[in-house]
């Protein structure tokens, strides 16, 4: 499942550095603007508490999370969409994913300077909306143009077309995001979708701290959240240094006393990543056995059929039903049998929709 959460923000925030606590693949951090001039691609593990207490039961050869993509874009600045700083190529990097994590400087650091003078993650957070919306515009305007040529043909489908897209073009003018637009869910599909806008992605927050405020924010962290008290989405603190330091430490006991002295139960950046996952409208089912214990993953609404094909495409193309136990259920009982015997067993068929932490065995015939 190809679905990606792109990493953006103005230039020198710590983006990469927290990419690289996150992903497989390192990517190299430098103290200077537009030092970078491509997207870095990694994977993630999606951390998940509930494999470990199933492994616990099962004791499986092995235990397999589940992973998604993520792009770490370059820096932008003030002028992206026209062409400043690095250019406006990584805003076509942005285009190709599914969600966005912004990153905002939240710290001082005076070997840092910062592109624009000083620290102030709101006006940063509004510069960044601000070049997305000019692209956005940019790509709504062109296809206003394309459909008023279809709409000289009388074509009264392509003429109320028209009226949407202009109604849009208004909305990102007023210096709205087009999240924001509202639309009815079929005209959004038809109309809006094929243009891949950018200010339409789900996105999420991430004030980037120094280590003292990993636990708690600082005054920029909260700046931040007051000012999006009133949008729909998550603000998450995360520490980037402390969590580079967290990432290199191979004794798990020794970062548990590391996340203990900062006040913190666990990583930031497995709370960030959990969220991402939500922002894609994802969500995990699992299959244990002796050889291991797995999660999967699904967009939420999926069948049992389509989540089959997720483990192989034989799976799907012979599907003939799904035996369920919830998570839950299966924790509780401590086994298979004793789940069959509690009632907690389901036999379920094609017309089926998975939910978070469904145990699924797939019975098929190919």
């Keep these: 499942m190809a679905l990606k959460c792109g990493i953006i923000g103005i230039t020198n925030v710590g983006k990469t550095a927290i990419f690289n606590c996150i992903s497989k693949t390192k990517a190299e951090v430098t103290n200077f603007a537009f030092s970078t001039n491509k997207s870095n691609l990694g994977m993630i593990d999606v951390p998940d508490e509930r494999l470990l207490k199933i492994d616990a039961l099962v004791k499986s050869a092995r235990v397999m999370p589940t992973s998604v993509d993520i792009v770490d874009i370059p820096g932008l600045a003030k002028g992206s969409s026209q062409g400043e700083g690095v ?10 994913t599914d969600a966005i994590i912004h990153v905002l400087r939240c710290f001082d650091d005076e070997n840092l300077p910062h ?7 709101v006006r940063d957070l509004e510069i960044v909306d601000l070049e997305l919306q000019v692209r956005d515009l940019d790509l709504v305007q062109r296809k206003i143009q394309r459909v008023e040529k279809l709409a000289k043909s009388g074509d009264k489908e392509f003429k109320r077309q028209v009226g949407v897209l202009e109604k849009l073009a208004e909305h990102i003018e ?21 243009m891949y806008l950018l200010t339409a992605k789900p996105i999420m927050y991430v004030c980037n701290v120094d280590d003292e405020a990993a636990a708690t924010g600082n ?14 989405t998550e603000v998450l603190v995360v520490a980037g240094n402390l969590e580079a330091e967290i990432t290199e430490l191979e004794d798990e006991a020794d970062r548990i006393e590391f996340l203990s002295d900062a006040g913190l139960t666990e990583p930031g950046v497995n709370r960030m990543i959990r969220s991402a996952y939500r922002l894609l409208n994802l969500e995990s089912f699992f299959t244990a056995g002796p050889k291991e214990v ?14 089959a094909g997720v483990i192989h495409s034989d799976l799907e193309r ?7 136990i919830k998570y839950d259920d299966f924790i509780k ?14 036999i379920e068929g094609k017309n089926y929709i998975v939910q978070d932490g469904d145990m699924l065995n797939i019975r098929f015939n190919v």
């Design 294 to 307: 797995r999660a999967w993953t699904v967009k939420k609404g999926s069948t049992a059929p389509v989540a």
């Design 115 to 121: 592109v624009e003078g000083s620290v102030d993650p």
């Design 174 to 194: 007023n210096f709205q995001n087009v999240r924001g637009f509202v639309i009815d869910p079929e005209d959004k599909k038809r109309i809006i979708d094929d």
């Design 219 to 232: 005054k920029y962290s909260v700046a931040v959240q007051e000012a999006l008290k009133d949008v729909d």
């Design 87 to 96: 250019g406006n190529k990584f805003l076509a990097d942005i285009q190709q």
């Design 333 to 346: 009982y401590g086994s298979e049998h004793a789940c069959k015997e509690a009632g907690k067993f389901r």
């Design 318 to 324: 012979g599907f003939i039903r799904a035996e369920v």
